[in-house]
């Protein structure tokens, strides 16, 4: 089966520390993203890759990093630097049209 | 003046009703809208997307864009149970930047 997974579903992390998200594709899409989602907002870009090796900043980008090393993987790092990283965090990756884009299903980050 | 405006609910329908769901848009750019339904604690799925104003059906879910008013609309026929999700509004400007997504609105069909 084709699709998107993100994993862990569920992440607990202590202040000061960086924790890295997984997000892997097996649909052959070239471009991947990051979005945040806080309780009652709607989603929030944080970093997009349309190639590989190649990724830009979203609205959100700070406090948070990416690599593109791989066509199918697309990791995100919430490093201690960013100040509230407490959210649902999505992956989402599209075949060139940036209005069809597929979900994963998600992983919620909590800091203690 | 936000961008995109749509209203979090929650909207409670009993089985069987006609849902219409709703957002406004201020950019004029425009030019792709979407809606994506998300269950609690799932990723969001893309349910329709249309290109121009007008009507797009698709079995009970149709989608309407007046863009002269700067309006779509997402109705839902029969509604069913395994209807009630949030419902997110998405807009493309077709040629740059990102998606721009609604808050969502929160629906729930009553047995």
């Known amino acids: 089966d084709g699709g998107i997974t993100q994993s862990p579903k569920y992440l607990f992390r202590k202040e000061g520390q960086n924790v890295t998200l997984s997000c892997e594709q097996n649909?052959?899409?070239?471009?991947m993203y990051w979005y945040r989602q806080d309780p009652g907002q709607g989603l929030r870009l944080i970093y997009y890759?349309?190639?590989?090796?190649?990724?830009q900043k979203g609205d959100i980008a700070e406090g948070y990093s990416v690599s593109r090393e791989k066509k199918e993987s697309f990791p995100l790092t919430v490093t201690s630097a960013q100040k509230n990283p407490t959210a649902f965090y999505l992956c989402?990756?599209?075949?060139?049209?940036?209005?069809?884009?597929?979900f994963g299903p998600g992983t919620r980050l909590t800091v203690l | 003046q936000k961008e995109v405006e749509q209203d979090p609910g929650p909207l409670s329908v009993p089985e069987g009703a006609i849902v219409s769901l709703n957002c406004t848009y201020s950019?004029?750019?425009?030019?792709?809208f979407m809606w994506y339904r998300q269950y609690s604690r799932k990723g969001p799925e893309l349910l329709m997307y249309?290109?121009?104003?007008g009507n797009k059906e698709d079995g009970r879910f149709t989608a309407q864009v007046d863009k002269s008013s700067k309006y779509i609309s997402l109705f839902i026929r029969d509604s069913q149970p395994s209807d009630s999700a949030t419902y997110l509004c998405?807009?493309?400007?077709?040629?740059?930047?990102?998606?721009?997504f609604g808050k969502g609105t929160k629906l729930s069909v009553k047995p």
């Open positions: 249309t290109y121009s104003s």
């Open positions: 989402a990756s599209s075949m060139g049209t940036i209005h069809e884009q597929f």
């Open positions: 649909l052959n899409h070239d471009a």
């Open positions: 950019n004029s750019a425009f030019q792709y």
């Open positions: 998405a807009f493309w400007g077709g040629s740059q930047g990102n998606l721009i």
């Open positions: 890759s349309q190639i590989v090796n190649d990724f």
